[in-house]
């Protein structure tokens, strides 16, 4: 019987038992429960009828059906069938059932095409009809006069705009096929430009002043350092120091059945110049007394989005920065002089009346910062004297990733994580809630209390955690380094204990009046909306040796960012895991060991990792297991993961460097260079790609060696050198990124070939982000291109998601 049965179960019987007298109760209690017992198995039976009638009642409706059910109800439209998605994928064929009978209704329109795309692939996506963008044929016997053959220089985002779905370029005819060739201006293309980020978001509070407690989904800024020089005013959001952070402007599409998509609504980089002219307007407005002129649809909307920003002089009460109050600028380099700040406000002039007697204005507006969305980077303006200096600053934002890994604001809440914080079953609590701005409670021997700290929940853990369970929730996106005078923070671990440091929202229980009570609930950890910055090198040792024939402890770190990595000392722990969190020390070992593993077991899951070391020394023994993961040698010298002496299983895992293992067992893996096992008579690497120098054990399905047999088999004969070479160079992954400060690392870039797209396990894509499955999706949205697109059309679809070197060259100007 399931979990979620025995809860249904364990319903029906209250409710059963609840009928009887108090006084029959009270005599089954006296005698052992027999009475409830036999209620329970009569209440089995009845539960059980109960789910089936619910469950057929939900199928009914596309809304509550549950996945099994929705071939059934695409039957009943005549749905095309599509290719079915991994688990974890988190798309469905839901909202394309739903939406069926409203895509035949304008079928043959790009309205329709974009939403197949959203509903189908779930991308951002924007469909252009091409002979609207076309100048004159080829032949110039048709010569379109309404469409000149000239750029519209003004407001100057053409060329940021150049090849994507909003390139309103006219063009020359091009003939080539757009589904074949890659071709696009001409009269029966039809291109799908679409976006694969997701943008995970930080939603700000409403409010326009506002107290710390209020902001505790929304990150802390952090200085931005020149060197080994910190300017007052100076910040920046990224957590690593002296790095930046590209923001990104949050799904903002619209659901109704009119509206096209616009450049507002889509999932992508932000740009300098379309929000300087924003608040550039609304100043200009606000000093002329008018409304302003924000086009289609603003950038900011009440909502706080695309991004929020917080000014605080004491860290206690911050307000909010209007947008008209910020100043866009750039800040890839530090101004000139060094320390410059932005003045506190800006001056403009315009004029009134006619001519010859128009009137001169001019006026002021207050300037609060200057801030760049291109590398999230921030200088506060000069305070008027005697106003006190900005030294806090808290920014809600989104960026973009190819799925929601690492640390961030994503949902990571599942069933093998503790959410209801109840002992039970002998198993004790510690609980210490990191909170800076509520009141510390109780004493340091309590089970659960509220602290400020992190370095004092850790103190407290080592003194009162043995032989318990513990949860340091951190309840803030804040940042904490290590104590005055330390570099690193220590970890105790207890022999036998468990600890989870998580990042997470705690929810206090609540007593409501007649209702029951649990005294031993303390309360529920909700894994989303937080990330806590941990700035120093986190030192995991044990407290004390285990006793003859037990084990190390257990830590677990959820949901963190790490901007110095962590080391663990000898028989530190049984087990490591490390869950949704961003762990680098970029130039350096991200996670190491200072002795060798003796059978510990590391779990690296959907984590931004750099390099690790964890061959330090012989005999070492254990295992490593990566999950969706990245893993990167982050600006050191090879190897990215070295595991010489561990067992290693690797699933859905990029690895940009070199690595090398004892054993491996591996699917959906791509090495982006030589990987090497020691045992490679044991294990197996399934559907991956495999650099060239590579020392693997067997392999099943993987690249290059698929292509170069089929290559082999067309030619007849064996392949030369230069064969081989050229043959495995053509199915090399390409990335858009390979630097982890970079939003789009590791993801796919759009000219890699279907052999590494569609050759994962279940036709997905190799690497990290195989569960995404966007090759799936894509290739589901184009199946449907025949049935939706207009008799004589063509249409394609067009990746327009760029790397960081494309989009720094549209950032100009």
């Given at each position: 019987?399931?979990?979620?049965?025995?809860?249904?179960?364990?319903?029906a019987?209250?409710?059963?038992?609840?009928?009887?007298?108090?006084h029959?109760?009270?005599t089954?209690?006296?005698?052992?429960?027999?009475?409830r017992?036999?209620?329970q198995?009569?209440?089995a039976?009845?539960?059980?009828?109960?789910?089936?009638?619910?469950?057929?009642y939900?199928?009914?409706?596309?809304?509550?059906?549950?996945?099994?059910?929705?071939?059934?109800?695409?039957?009943?439209?005549?749905?095309?069938?599509?290719?079915?998605?991994?688990p974890?994928?988190?798309?469905?064929?839901?909202?394309f059932?739903?939406?069926?009978?409203?895509?035949r209704?304008g079928?043959?329109t790009?309205?329709?095409?974009?939403?197949?795309?959203?509903d189908?692939?779930?991308?951002?996506?924007?469909?252009?009809?091409?002979?609207?963008?076309?100048?004159?044929?080829q032949?110039?016997?048709?010569?379109?006069a309404?469409?000149?053959?000239t750029?519209?220089?003004?407001?100057?985002?053409?060329a940021?705009?150049?090849?994507?779905?909003?390139?309103?370029?006219?063009?020359?005819?091009?003939?080539?096929?757009?589904?074949r060739?890659?071709?696009?201006?001409?009269?029966p293309?039809?291109?799908?430009?679409?976006?694969?980020?997701?943008?995970?978001?930080f939603?700000?509070?409403?409010?326009?002043?506002?107290?710390?407690?209020l902001?505790?989904?929304v990150?802390?800024?952090?200085?931005?350092?020149?060197g080994?020089?910190?300017?007052?005013?100076?910040?920046?959001?990224s957590?690593?120091?002296?790095?930046?952070?590209?923001?990104?402007?949050?799904?903002?599409?619209?659901?109704?059945?009119?509206?096209?998509?616009?450049?507002?609504?889509?999932?992508?980089?932000?740009?300098?110049?379309?929000l300087h002219?924003?608040?550039?307007?609304?100043?200009h407005?606000?000093?002329?007394?008018?409304?302003?002129?924000?086009?289609?649809?603003?950038?900011?909307?009440?909502?706080?989005q695309?991004?929020?920003?917080f000014?605080?002089s004491d860290?206690?009460?911050?307000?909010r920065?209007?947008?008209?109050e910020?100043?866009?600028?750039n800040?890839?380099?530090?101004p000139?002089?060094?320390?410059a700040?932005?003045a506190a406000?800006?001056?403009?002039?315009?004029?009134?009346?006619?001519t010859?007697?128009?009137?001169?204005?001019?006026?002021?507006?207050?300037?609060?910062?200057?801030?760049?969305?291109?590398?999230?980077?921030l200088?506060?303006?000069?305070?008027?004297?005697?106003?006190?200096?900005?030294?806090?600053?808290?920014?809600?934002?989104?960026?973009?990733?190819g799925?929601?890994?690492?640390a961030?604001?994503?949902?990571?809440?599942?069933?093998?994580?503790?959410?209801?914080i109840?002992?039970?079953?002998?198993?004790?609590?510690f609980?210490?809630?990191?909170?800076?701005?509520?009141p510390?409670?109780?004493?340091?021997?309590?089970?659960?209390?509220?602290?400020?700290?992190?370095?004092?929940?850790?103190?407290?853990?080592?003194?009162h955690?043995?032989g318990?369970?513990?949860?340091?929730?951190?309840?803030?996106?804040?940042?904490?380094?290590?104590?005055?005078?330390?570099?690193s923070?220590?970890?105790?671990?207890?022999?036998g204990?468990?600890l989870?440091?998580?990042?997470?929202?705690?929810?206090?229980?609540?007593?409501?009046?007649?209702?029951?009570?649990?005294?031993?609930?303390?309360?529920?950890?909700?894994?989303?909306?937080?990330?806590?910055?941990?700035?120093?090198?986190?030192?995991?040792?044990?407290s004390?040796?285990?006793?003859?024939?037990?084990?190390?402890?257990?830590?677990?770190?959820?949901?963190?960012?790490?901007?110095?990595?962590?080391?663990?000392?000898?028989?530190?722990?049984s087990?490591?895991?490390?869950?949704?969190?961003?762990?680098?020390?970029?130039?350096?070992?991200?996670?190491?060991?200072?002795?060798?593993?003796?059978?510990?077991?590391?779990?690296?899951?959907r984590?931004?990792?750099g390099?690790?070391?964890l061959?330090r020394g012989?005999p070492?023994?254990?295992?490593?297991?990566v999950?969706?993961?990245?893993?990167?040698?982050?600006?050191?010298?090879?190897?990215?993961?070295?595991?010489?002496?561990?067992?290693?299983?690797?699933?859905?895992?990029?690895?940009?460097g070199?690595?090398?293992?004892?054993?491996?067992?591996?699917?959906?893996v791509?090495?982006t260079?030589?990987?090497?096992?020691?045992?490679s008579?044991?294990?197996?690497?399934?559907?991956?790609?495999?650099?060239?120098?590579?020392s693997?054990?067997?392999?099943?399905?993987?690249?290059?060696?698929?292509?170069?047999?089929?290559?082999?088999e067309?030619?007849?004969?064996?392949l030369?050198?230069?064969?081989?070479?050229?043959?495995?160079?053509g199915v090399?992954?390409?990335?858009?990124?390979?630097?982890?400060?970079?939003?789009?690392?590791?993801?796919?870039?759009?000219l890699?070939r279907?052999?590494?797209r569609?050759?994962?396990?279940?036709?997905?894509e190799?690497?990290?982000?195989?569960?995404?499955?966007?090759?799936?999706?894509?290739?589901?949205?184009?199946?449907?291109?025949?049935?939706?697109?207009?008799?004589?059309?063509?249409?394609?679809l067009?990746?327009?998601?760029?790397?960081?070197?494309?989009?720094?060259?549209?950032?100009?100007p």
């Amino acid at each position: 019987m399931t979990p979620l049965s025995s809860v249904r179960v364990n319903a029906a019987t209250e409710r059963f038992y609840a009928l009887l007298p108090a006084h029959i109760r009270g005599t089954d209690a006296a005698n052992g429960w027999a009475l409830r017992a036999l209620c329970q198995v009569l209440a089995a039976g009845s539960a059980e009828i109960d789910h089936e009638i619910d469950t057929l009642y939900d199928a009914m409706f596309v809304e509550t059906a549950p996945e099994a059910a929705l071939g059934d109800l695409a039957a009943l439209v005549a749905s095309e069938l599509l290719r079915p998605l991994p688990p974890g994928s988190g798309h469905n064929a839901r909202a394309f059932v739903a939406n069926t009978v409203r895509y035949r209704r304008g079928k043959g329109t790009a309205r329709v095409l974009e939403a197949l795309a959203a509903d189908v692939g779930g991308f951002g996506s924007v469909a252009v009809e091409y002979f609207m963008r076309l100048a004159r044929t080829q032949n110039l016997i048709d010569v379109r006069a309404e469409r000149p053959g000239t750029a519209y220089l003004v407001p100057g985002t053409t060329a940021a705009r150049s090849a994507t779905g909003f390139d309103m370029l006219p063009r020359l005819v091009d003939v080539r096929s757009i589904a074949r060739a890659a071709g696009r201006h001409h009269v029966p293309n039809v291109g799908v430009h679409l976006l694969r980020p997701v943008v995970p978001f930080f939603a700000p509070p409403p409010g326009s002043v506002l107290t710390a407690d209020l902001l505790a989904g929304v990150p802390l800024a952090r200085p931005w350092p020149d060197g080994a020089t910190q300017h007052p005013g100076y910040f920046q959001l990224s957590a690593q120091p002296g790095r930046a952070l590209r923001l990104f402007n949050p799904d903002r599409r619209s659901q109704d059945d009119i509206g096209r998509v616009i450049d507002t609504d889509l999932p992508d980089r932000l740009r300098r110049l379309p929000l300087h002219l924003e608040t550039d307007e609304l100043r200009h407005a606000a000093l002329e007394g008018r409304p302003p002129d924000l086009g289609q649809t603003p950038w900011f909307d009440l909502s706080g989005q695309p991004f929020t920003i917080f000014l605080s002089s004491d860290g206690a009460n911050y307000t909010r920065v209007a947008p008209a109050e910020i100043q866009i600028c750039n800040l890839e380099a530090f101004p000139t002089p060094a320390g410059a700040r932005p003045a506190a406000s800006k001056p403009h002039t315009w004029y009134t009346g006619g001519t010859p007697a128009a009137t001169r204005l001019t006026g002021t507006r207050p300037i609060r910062c200057g801030f760049d969305p291109v590398t999230a980077r921030l200088i506060v303006a000069q305070p008027a004297a005697p106003d006190p200096d900005i030294t806090h600053v808290r920014i809600a934002y989104g960026t973009g990733t190819g799925r929601e890994i690492g640390a961030g604001p994503q949902d990571r809440n599942t069933s093998d994580v503790p959410f209801d914080i109840i002992d039970k079953d002998g198993l004790a609590h510690f609980v210490r809630i990191v909170d800076a701005t509520q009141p510390e409670t109780g004493a340091a021997a309590d089970s659960i209390r509220d602290v400020h700290a992190l370095d004092t929940a850790l103190t407290e853990w080592k003194d009162h955690g043995a032989g318990k369970r513990g949860l340091i929730v951190l309840a803030r996106c804040d940042r904490e380094g290590a104590a005055v005078g330390a570099v690193s923070i220590p970890v105790a671990i207890h022999p036998g204990s468990e600890l989870h440091i998580v990042s997470a929202q705690w929810r206090r229980k609540v007593v409501k009046p007649g209702v029951p009570d649990n005294p031993k609930r303390f309360g529920y950890i909700v894994r989303r909306d937080r990330r806590f910055t941990i700035d120093a090198r986190l030192r995991v040792h044990r407290s004390v040796d285990p006793p003859p024939g037990g084990r190390a402890g257990v830590l677990v770190l959820d949901g963190l960012e790490l901007t110095h990595g962590l080391t663990l000392r000898a028989r530190a722990v049984s087990r490591l895991l490390i869950r949704h969190s961003t762990v680098r020390a970029p130039g350096g070992a991200a996670i190491s060991t200072s002795a060798p593993l003796e059978g510990a077991k590391i779990a690296i899951d959907r984590a931004i990792v750099g390099r690790i070391r964890l061959d330090r020394g012989v005999p070492a023994t254990g295992t490593l297991t990566v999950t969706g993961s990245i893993v990167s040698a982050d600006g050191a010298a090879d190897p990215a993961l070295a595991a010489t002496n561990l067992d290693a299983c690797l699933n859905d895992v990029t690895i940009i460097g070199t690595s090398s293992f004892k054993s491996l067992e591996a699917t959906n893996v791509i090495f982006t260079a030589a990987g090497a096992v020691t045992r490679s008579q044991s294990g197996c690497v399934r559907y991956s790609s495999i650099a060239t120098g590579s020392s693997m054990p067997r392999r099943f399905r993987c690249q290059p060696d698929l292509t170069l047999a089929v290559a082999a088999e067309r030619k007849g004969s064996a392949l030369t050198a230069s064969e081989q070479s050229a043959t495995a160079l053509g199915v090399t992954p390409l990335f858009l990124d390979t630097s982890l400060d970079e939003p789009t690392v590791a993801m796919l870039h759009p000219l890699t070939r279907d052999a590494i797209r569609l050759g994962g396990e279940n036709e997905s894509e190799m690497g990290a982000f195989s569960a995404a499955a966007e090759g799936l999706r894509m290739a589901n949205v184009t199946s449907l291109f025949e049935d939706y697109v207009p008799v004589g059309l063509e249409a394609g679809l067009i990746d327009d998601s760029r790397s960081s070197a494309v989009a720094t060259r549209r950032n100009v100007p």
